[in-house]
């Protein structure tokens, strides 16, 4: 067949065209890469916005509500809580849940997003990757105050100490502590990784512009960064490994922290759907974050061109998809409660959709199983405000799907003898209420005094850094 | 543009891991010297209202332990006994020593001696002394050779992990039940081998907890 000749091709391939299928553009109206340079340095450089100063100020009112619940509860103890048995566990986990799983968005991100060359990722991943660290921050206030006398929580890792005890490996508590410190220090790597070209932008241009102190602190974390060959390309392989590196993390740790149910034998938690369904939670309510931060800092520093619809479009449908997978194990949870004919796991669940907690259970599934079913119509995707009250109810939902697995389960156990009706205590709701107030806190530092986007990887994303133009002249 | 930084901020970095290192195995190694039982506790020997001197009564005289802390094979606190027990000899010996002034103080209101406890265990651990001498744990392995203590010496870390030595590995540190109160008197294994000890154990079926609600009840 090599030697059919040119002219016995037939004719209709000529006639052939192929399929165009364009690219969606990821920076919008053609911007140079000095617009895209201006524009991030712009908002760390001008003065700090009146709109900052209140929202720093509420946020870190808000804080002071964790930092008092906190306080009091060091002064007093682990009773301030409102566990009782049988609800020995409740808001405090329900909330370390509700913070990890917010942060898996930005692990997504950062990493599968990344190997799967995902490259509307570059808009985002800066800032999901702050939440999740923020996130993290969060959720580790509430196992470590759990352990009541604080000072010991070192005893979670495995030091050697004087008291001769070692820790449990076989509890899934324990392998949430390697995973959660695992994940956050993975974390922090990878954001602080992507941020050194990105320092040394603001190091040289705050040189230019004579800020000596500013220079000098960005220069200190730009670790002496010039942006030669060898640098980008150690950059690049830094950047390749840590992604590589926190993939497996993305599913492993709401797994592990699935597990600290699953593991055990009550009904409703005892069920091996929860890894998959804990980590497509983990995601659904980790996007739906970011969806929340992402949309106003849109609108506030007019990012129209670096967040496009096509980001928000792709945002929505993760939600969408994810979503859809928590309302499928929903379901299949009941189908295998009946299936399965235990009478202890069918009465769990009848209980969880008709008992004393029943309000909990139909917030979460008019949250979690019908609010992501609006992003298939393209009318709501375009909507933003549609799309920011949406990702609202993905994180109220989320919540509470936490607190209806864990409460409910534990307030109706094998025992009827010892059944009880939790609710939280005024110290449980301050201290939570506060945590929005921590992250609040930190994220709004971030975004005043560090980048919120990757500007170099931005800049070869455009469309004037494809060198080898559209290829419609391919022909 | 001009250099932000000296030359030698490249080698900052390291010197910052280093130092950091450095810092943590001295941070390490000074608070497990200086901030556990075997140096906070270890020592102890506060001032008493009474100079009392185990060293002379349980040592010289050989007055036996039961004598004053009498409830400590019943009992799962050894009580300090009180001062009817004192004036038992010292309405004879040495009645007009000013050195016994509390305790005939306390004689006649019935005002407690202010004792100054020297060995404590914290509230969250349960221990029992009755259930230790009678299964053959000597006063002396926990507090040492009181009989030559002239001031009461806490001798013993009493760490979690003091106790956790002897409830996982007992047979090196078991006594006759005669021996107990005999402050000088050879452990079992020392008198007649390990295999003894161990005998002792099985027959006695003694097994220690190393449970946590075996002490944190």
Request: hydrophobic share 45%; with cysteine.
């Amino acid at each position: 067949m090599a030697h059919v000749e040119q002219a016995a091709l037939p004719a209709i391939l000529g006639e052939v065209k192929p399929a165009v299928f364009p690219r969606a553009t990821l920076v919008a109206h053609n911007r140079s890469f000095s617009w895209i340079t201006d524009k991030i340095c712009g908002i760390i450089e001008g003065k700090t916005p009146t709109w900052w100063w209140w929202c720093f100020g509420v946020a870190c009112f808000v804080a002071s509500f964790t930092v008092a619940g906190l306080t009091y509860l060091v002064a007093t103890g682990v009773g301030v809580w409102g566990h009782a048995n049988p609800v020995n566990w409740a808001w405090d986990i329900v909330n370390f849940v509700f913070w990890i799983g917010i942060g898996h968005a930005g692990t997504l991100i950062s990493a599968i997003l990344c190997l799967l060359r995902q490259k509307w990722r570059t808009s985002i991943n800066r800032a999901a990757e702050a939440m999740t660290i923020f996130a993290v921050v969060c959720a580790a206030i509430f196992p470590v105050f759990h352990v009541g006398r604080i000072w010991y929580a070192w005893f979670l890792f495995p030091i050697p100490n004087y008291n001769n005890i070692w820790q449990n490996f076989r509890s899934p508590l324990e392998w949430d502590v390697f995973a959660v410190s695992t994940y956050g220090t993975v974390s922090v790597l990878f954001w602080y990784i992507g941020l050194i070209p990105d320092l040394a932008v603001l190091r040289d241009r705050f040189q230019a512009a004579g800020n000596k102190v500013r220079s000098f602190l960005y220069g200190l974390f730009a670790m002496g960064w010039r942006g030669s060959n060898r640098h980008w390309s150690n950059y690049e392989m830094a950047y390749l490994i840590l992604a590589g590196v926190s993939t497996p993390l993305v599913l492993s740790v709401h797994t592990i922290v699935s597990f600290d149910f699953a593991v055990s034998l009550l009904p409703g938690w005892h069920t091996t759907i929860f890894p998959p369904y804990f980590v497509a939670g983990a995601i659904f309510s980790g996007f739906g974050m970011v969806l929340t931060l992402m949309l106003p800092l849109r609108a506030v520093y007019h990012l129209e061109d670096l967040i496009t619809q096509y980001h928000i479009d792709c945002m929505c449908k993760i939600t969408l998809a994810t979503g859809t997978i928590v309302g499928y194990a929903y379901a299949m949870e009941f189908f295998i409660a009946w299936y399965g004919a235990n009478p202890n796991e069918g009465f769990t669940f009848v209980n969880r959709a008709f008992g004393l907690y029943a309000w909990a259970y139909w917030i979460m599934i008019s949250c979690n199983v019908i609010t992501p079913q609006f992003f298939w119509f393209k009318a709501v995707r375009e909507n933003t405000t549609m799309v920011w009250v949406l990702s609202i109810f993905v994180n109220v939902g989320m919540w509470f799907e936490r607190f209806v697995i864990i409460v409910t389960s534990l307030a109706r156990d094998f025992l009827p003898s010892s059944w009880g009706y939790y609710s939280p205590s005024i110290v449980e709701i301050f201290t939570f209420f506060g945590t929005f107030g921590v992250f609040s806190v930190l994220f709004l530092l971030f975004i005043r005094f560090l980048p919120i986007m990757p500007m170099a990887e931005l800049k070869a994303v455009t469309p004037q850094a494809n060198v080898h133009g559209d290829h419609d002249d391919h022909h | 543009m001009s250099k932000l930084f000296p030359k030698s901020a490249n080698k900052l970095p390291l010197q910052i891991i280093v130092y950091l290192v450095v810092l943590a195995g001295v941070v390490t190694a000074g608070a497990t010297y200086y901030m556990t039982p075997k140096y906070t506790r270890v020592g102890y020997a506060p001032v008493q209202p009474v100079p009392y001197s185990h060293a002379l009564h349980a040592g010289q005289l050989g007055i036996d332990c039961r004598y004053c802390h009498s409830n400590v094979e019943k009992s799962g606190v050894a009580n300090l006994p009180t001062s009817q027990t004192c004036m038992n000899c010292h309405n004879q010996v040495k009645k007009d020593s000013p050195l016994l002034a509390v305790v005939r103080h306390s004689y006649e209101t019935g005002e407690a001696v202010p004792w100054v406890k020297v060995h404590q265990t914290p509230d969250y651990v349960y221990f029992n002394h009755a259930i230790h001498v009678n299964r053959g744990v000597s006063c002396v392995e926990c507090h040492g050779k009181i009989n030559e203590m002239e001031v009461v010496t806490h001798a013993q870390p009493l760490s979690m992990g003091f106790c956790l030595d002897c409830h996982r590995n007992p047979a090196p540190r078991v006594r006759e039940p005669g021996d107990v109160f005999n402050l000088d008197s050879a452990t079992i294994a020392q008198k007649s081998g390990l295999e003894a000890a161990h005998k002792f154990l099985k027959d006695r079926n003694i097994k220690p907890p190393q449970s946590c609600s075996g002490c944190h009840r």
